[in-house]
């Protein structure tokens, strides 16, 4: 197949980078978002977000004339939808995956479709996404033929390629990484590996539709249970008066054994809502896979009990002042080190609770955005020694790089929280 035009649907953290990359490879690529913010910012040659290398890519790309933002689908060779898959609350279940989104994209690009297209799904989704999304389309087009009526004779090929890289790595493992390809026939499958094929130097492995949308959703839930495992063991050696980054550490030195660290929960947009999608198509069966989630979810809760002992300690040392007199900081509020994503991100539900919870003051530190969220409405961003100097109690959330030199041997040990072990990193 011919793949001189690529439309991108979804400008986001996935969609932006593989827009660019293609785009890199001197192919047109037209990138589609709702956003006029996102596409008069990628019009002027630069990024919304934040990821190593993206801004010079994406700023050639534009200049050269590879890549142009749209509001307003275009006709194209190939359709790359990368938009999200959020939950929705549902017949009293609150982790329902909700494929609003993912409809809204068909919808939007089935008026330009034309005999011979390819579409591909490259959003994380519950098993058999890529079928509805092809009945989506089906029902805006009647006069082509798809895969489910079809079969390999139809007009519009669609699969299923899941995303795999790691924040702060997208550009090359985008290109490194193996591409699991789930086409809903073999041509599809062939097709969408044709088009890997122009920017991807790992191995494209062809498979089903439905095999490669569990395939992700297993990846991320086999990490998960991993640092449920390591979450589960700091609440056990707390209990035991244990130091558990020690306790790893030994146990660690078993040739078999490899036990992650643990942190203040599990964040981001892959490991922290993939499971839910196992558990929402199998609950009967998915029961350690379910377990592991509300063991991470339930990390953030013990954090914010942290602080309110160490609030109450502080107090017992300063009997001269009040809850209110005594401040804290928050150091990360990104889902992981060195990257500017809040997406799920433990870190953040604990600052939101302790705004919510605490009377006196919250700082916050994180060296990758430039302004508050507006969960924190009202909260200062500080530097990463302003808030060390201002605040009463510390609290180290994520390992960043600017984090882990800190010295903060002038606290007294018990207003300083580090849940992460950044000196460790």
């Known amino acids: 197949m011919e793949f001189n035009r690529i439309s991108v649907v979804g400008l986001g953290y996935i969609g932006l980078p593989t827009a660019a990359v293609i785009a890199s490879r001197r192919r047109e690529v037209i990138g589609l978002d709702v956003s006029p913010k996102v596409v008069d910012t990628i019009n002027r040659g630069d990024i919304h977000i934040v990821e190593p290398d993206l801004d010079m890519i994406v700023h050639a790309a534009v200049k050269e004339g590879y890549l142009r933002a749209t509001l307003t689908p275009e006709a194209a060779d190939a359709f790359l939808i990368a938009v999200p898959t959020p939950f929705k609350a549902e017949n009293g279940k609150e982790h329902v995956p909700d494929l609003k989104y993912i409809e809204a994209a068909a919808r939007a690009i089935a008026p330009v479709l034309a005999k011979g297209n390819?579409?591909?799904?490259?959003?994380?989704?519950?098993?058999?996404?890529?079928?509805?999304?092809?009945?989506?389309?089906?029902?805006?087009?009647p006069d082509l033929v798809f895969p489910q009526g079809g079969g390999e004779a139809s007009d519009i090929r669609v699969a299923h390629c899941p995303e795999r890289v790691l924040p702060g790595h997208v550009i090359r493992e985008l290109v490194s990484n193996d591409r699991v390809i789930g086409g809903m026939t073999p041509k599809c499958s062939d097709a969408a590996a044709e088009l890997y094929g122009l920017f991807v130097e790992g191995e494209c492995v062809r498979t089903t539709a439905r095999t490669a949308e569990m395939a992700k959703l297993t990846e991320n839930s086999f990490r998960d249970v991993n640092i449920a495992f390591a979450n589960e063991l700091s609440l056990i050696c707390d209990k035991l008066d244990i130091d558990v980054w020690e306790l790893i550490e030994l146990a660690n030195r078993h040739p078999r054994v490899n036990i992650l660290k643990p942190g203040p929960g599990v964040g981001g947009h892959c490991i922290a809502v993939d499971p839910w999608f196992i558990v929402s198509e199998a609950p009967e069966q998915a029961r350690l896979i379910r377990t592991a989630r509300e063991v991470n979810d339930s990390k953030p809760g013990w954090v914010v009990d942290k602080v309110r002992t160490a609030v109450g300690a502080y107090l017992l040392e300063h009997p001269d002042k009040s809850a209110r007199d005594v401040s804290v900081a928050c150091y990360g509020l990104a889902f992981k080190p060195d990257i500017d994503d809040l997406r799920e991100s433990p870190a953040l539900n604990i600052a939101v609770e302790l705004k919510k919870n605490l009377t006196?003051?919250?700082?916050?530190?994180?060296?990758?955005?430039?302004?508050?969220?507006?969960?924190?409405?009202?909260?200062?961003?500080?530097?990463?020694?302003?808030?060390?100097?201002?605040?009463?109690?510390?609290?180290?959330?994520?390992?960043?790089?600017?984090?882990?030199?800190?010295?903060?041997?002038?606290?007294?040990?018990?207003?300083?929280?580090?849940?992460?072990?950044?000196?460790?990193?």
Not at 120 to 139: D, K, N, Q
């Open 360 to 425: 006196g003051e919250l700082f916050l530190v994180e060296p990758n955005i430039k302004s508050v969220p507006d969960a924190l409405a009202g909260c200062q961003l500080l530097d990463v020694n302003e808030a060390k100097l201002k605040a009463d109690i510390c609290l180290i959330l994520v390992a960043h790089k600017q984090f882990r030199e800190l010295d903060f041997t002038m606290k007294p040990a018990g207003c300083v929280i580090d849940v992460v072990a950044s000196g460790r990193v």
């Open 118 to 141: 390819l579409v591909i799904l490259e959003s994380t989704s519950p098993v058999g996404a890529t079928e509805r999304l092809a009945e989506w389309l089906a029902e805006a087009r």
